[in-house]
C-alpha cells in the first residue's frame, strides 16, 4: 500500500513526510516518561499535521480547566491559563466564581479535534486511513442534538460490554479509546467495501472529557440521526 496521509487519506510524496502524534505532545505538559512510552504515531503530510497546532493546544487548555484542583495536574493546569491569558481574546474568554475558573472554548475547534484524533486511531488499528465515503459525526458533553440520548447510550453500553479493554497512547490517564465497527449481526470486522457498516469510537481525555464518534456512509448516518 502506498505512504498515505491519515488525515487527508492522500499519497505522502518523498520530503513531505510527518509524523503525527495522537494526541498532540502538549497534552503530556506535567508528566513523566512513564505517562509518555509507546504513544501512538502515524503518517501524515507536514501540512495535515502541523495546522491542528492551535486547536491541540484549545482541548488541551480545556483539559487544564477542568483539572484546576487536581494536584497531580497543577503543571498542566498552569500551563493551560498561561496559554489562554496570552491570546487575544483570552481575558474576555476567562472568567472565575466562588473560587472555580470558567473558560469559553470553540466548540468547532473542539469537534476538529475529535475527529482528528479519531483518524489517527482508526489509521493506528486498521493501517489505513478512513475511507472518503464515510461522514463523520461526533457527540460529546451535553451534545444530544445529533443522534437521540437513549440510541447513544444503548451504543455505549454495548460496545463496552463487547470490549471490556480500553486501547491506549502512552498511558491510560492520557488518553484511552475503544473502537468498534456495527453492522447487520452486531460487533463485526471491518469491510472496506461494505456500505452497511458504520464506525463507533470512544474516545477518553484525562478521565475527564469523552466523546463518541460515529463514522458510515451518509445514507447510514441519516437513518441513525433523528428525524
Not at 43 to 53: F, G, I, R, T, V
Request: hydrophobic share 35%; glycine share 8%.
Amino acid at each position: 500500500m502506498a505512504n498515505l496521509c491519515y488525515d487527508c487519506g492522500k499519497e505522502i510524496g518523498e520530503g513531505d513526510q510527518d509524523r503525527e502524534h495522537i494526541p498532540a505532545q502538549c497534552f503530556y505538559v506535567g508528566y513523566g516518561d512513564e505517562y509518555k512510552i509507546n504513544r501512538i504515531t502515524v503518517p501524515a503530510h507536514k501540512a495535515c499535521n502541523h495546522k491542528y497546532s492551535k486547536i491541540d493546544q484549545e482541548l488541551r487548555d480545556a483539559i487544564g480547566i477542568l483539572t484546576e484542583n487536581q494536584t497531580d495536574k497543577a503543571v498542566l493546569t498552569s500551563k493551560s491559563v498561561r496559554s489562554i491569558l496570552k491570546r487575544k481574546d483570552g481575558k474576555e474568554r476567562i472568567s472565575s466564581e466562588n473560587g472555580k475558573i470558567f473558560m469559553e472554548f470553540n466548540y468547532g475547534d473542539l469537534r476538529d479535534l475529535h475527529i482528528k484524533n479519531f483518524k489517527g486511531v482508526f489509521f493506528k488499528e486498521y493501517g489505513f486511513p478512513i475511507p472518503d465515503k464515510f461522514q463523520i459525526e461526533i457527540i460529546t458533553d451535553g451534545d444530544q442534538d445529533f443522534f437521540p440520548v437513549e440510541k447513544v447510550g444503548t451504543i455505549f453500553t454495548a460496545i463496552d460490554h463487547e470490549l471490556p479493554d480500553w486501547n491506549i497512547s502512552g498511558h491510560a490517564d492520557i488518553f484511552k479509546y475503544k473502537i468498534a465497527v456495527i453492522g447487520d449481526t452486531g460487533l463485526e470486522n471491518f469491510d472496506i467495501n461494505s456500505d452497511d457498516q458504520f464506525l463507533v469510537g470512544i474516545i477518553v481525555y484525562h478521565e475527564e472529557i469523552m466523546c463518541m464518534v460515529f463514522a458510515g456512509t451518509q445514507h447510514l448516518i441519516k437513518k441513525m440521526s433523528p428525524k
